[in-house]
């Protein structure tokens, strides 16, 4: 399995950003994919995750409401579409790969992709 982040960038708080994980070796519409962030000086953090099979999703607090992960079965990508960006949000994003959601918000066992750097300027 191989995962690769992409769709990073230099943004002003407020706006939006949509970030896209290409997947190769498993189904991204039907496998627990997730989405993580580690800011500068800090540990890598949970932020949400899609079932895959039937389609629901969990947010971690600081994002939900603001934040959507979908995925798409003809491009085979899990995406984060990222809303109402604020500076807190700046992070270099990664998608993960387990075989459990429960992994997934453990992070462990987690295939990582390389990641994608967001900025978020005030």
């Known amino acids: 399995v191989q995962l690769q982040a992409s769709g990073g960038g230099l943004v002003q708080a407020g706006d939006s950003l949509r970030l896209s994980c290409a997947v190769s070796?498993?189904?991204?519409?039907?496998?627990?994919m997730g989405w993580f962030r580690q800011a500068p000086g800090k540990e890598r953090e949970f932020v949400g995750y899609?079932?895959?099979?039937?389609?629901?999703?969990i947010y971690a607090d600081s994002v939900k409401g603001r934040f959507t992960i979908s995925s798409d079965s003809a491009k085979n990508t899990v995406d984060l579409q990222m809303n109402q960006l604020k500076p807190e949000d700046t992070a270099i994003y990664y998608c993960?790969?387990?075989?459990?959601?429960?992994?997934?918000?453990?992070?462990?066992?987690?295939?990582w992709g390389q990641g994608t750097l967001v900025t978020v300027s005030s």
């Open positions: 899609t079932t895959g099979t039937n389609g629901i999703t």
């Open positions: 993960g790969a387990a075989w459990s959601t429960l992994r997934l918000i453990r992070m462990t066992d987690v295939i």
């Open positions: 070796g498993r189904s991204a519409s039907n496998s627990p």
